[in-house]
């Protein structure tokens, strides 16, 4: 050995971030291992190596025993007196040996042992990097593409995976591209860490709203929930524990620029902001927009809700491929039955015929709804109070 190696080693060690100390007891190991398995079979070898000056010195142990029982690892009394007067029973002597001794399959299976060393190191440094940072959102280089269209980027200090499922629908992801992923699983496997990310993930679109509306970031404006079909359409509740801040105006921005920012960086993906409610079936009545639907009872027990809906916004409640009521599920958390109604396509309307129906109406009448309400009553009283007082023929 020499000063050449331990330069070599320490260059390693600060390239790839490991412990110059345990690179030098993992190659004592090695070479302690070779000389065993190759030069002195069934010996109990110690290599040591000065980590100053890199000088190498390997030693054959022999326990000093009344009875040699194994000559390759014990040596008898009476021998090692010869060697030296102050020597005891149970005392082990170290042999050196000639370094030089070592052949050049021993030193081909150092190295081979040493690059197994050092890439479980390099391993265990990645998992015990990465392992704490699961859920967290990073920016990745994308390093290449296989065969079964499954995307591998770099986090920097380690390799991950984004299976075609947490890719966003139609998005392209040429080599050496940046982009921001969410590492959706750590863990330990057989050829190393495994690491998935996604880019399909509702926690990547919670992050960037944060990122684009400050009144998301400092809690003005609390997101409740998200669905999302990646690079298609997602939905998110929204609500603000400020009555004086409108929580969809402040998502949106003026003129949409907010919400513009946040689908650029989702492949233009739509997304719906919708106004959360503790009443779950008003919570359902705004998930199911832009269609505007009727009566709503809800079975809290079975969590799923059953919804009138008028025939000609029965289609518009249903979307495209079932994609708004299947997104408005997700957001509430309710499975929906949508019935439709004949002859009802007004919400108003719709909402004077269920509370005129005696403990079916499961919503109260409020606000706007109740104005409409009290307008078409008063209307219908006024033509009554008319044909009343008209003549009779």
Known sequence: MSKDFLDALNQLAMERNLDKMELVNNFENALEQAYERNIEPGK??????????????????????????????????????????????????????DPEKFTRIALRTTKQVITQKIREAEKQ????????????????????????????????????????????????????????????????????????VSRSAPELLEYLMKQEIPEIADG??????????????????????????????????????????????????????????????????????PAKVGRIIIDDDAKEASVSVPSDQLSLAIGKSGQNVRLAAKLTGFKLDLKPTEGVSDLDEAMIIAASEEGESQTPISGSKQAAFDALFNDSAKEATKESDSPKE
């Open 44 to 97: 109990e070898i110690d290599v040591i190596i000065d980590p100053n000056s890199g000088e190498l010195e390997v030693l054959i142990i022999r326990k000093v025993v009344e009875e040699v029982l194994n000559p390759n690892t014990e040596i008898s009394l009476e021998e090692a007196l010869e060697l030296d007067d102050d020597i005891s029973v149970g005392m082990e002597l170290e042999f050196p040996v």
């Open 220 to 289: 003005t404006v609390v997101l409740k929930s998200i669905a999302r079909e990646a690079g298609q359409r997602s939905k998110v509740a929204v609500n603000s524990t400020n009555p004086n801040v409108d929580p969809i105006g402040a998502c949106i921005g003026q003129r949409g620029s907010r919400i513009q920012a946040v689908t650029s960086e989702l492949q233009r993906e739509r997304v719906d902001v919708i106004l959360w409610d503790p009443n779950p079936a008003e919570f359902i009545r705004n998930a199911l927009s």
């Open 125 to 196: 440094m990645i998992l015990d990097e990465y392992k704490d940072r699961k859920g967290e959102i990073m920016t990745a280089t994308v390093s290449r593409l296989d065969n079964k269209r499954n995307v591998f980027v770099d986090l920097g200090r380690g390799e991950a995976l984004m299976t075609v499922r947490d890719q966003i629908q139609g998005e392209r992801y040429p080599v050496g591209n940046r982009i921001k992923v969410f590492i959706k699983e750590v863990e330990a496997s057989n050829r190393g860490p495994s690491i998935l």
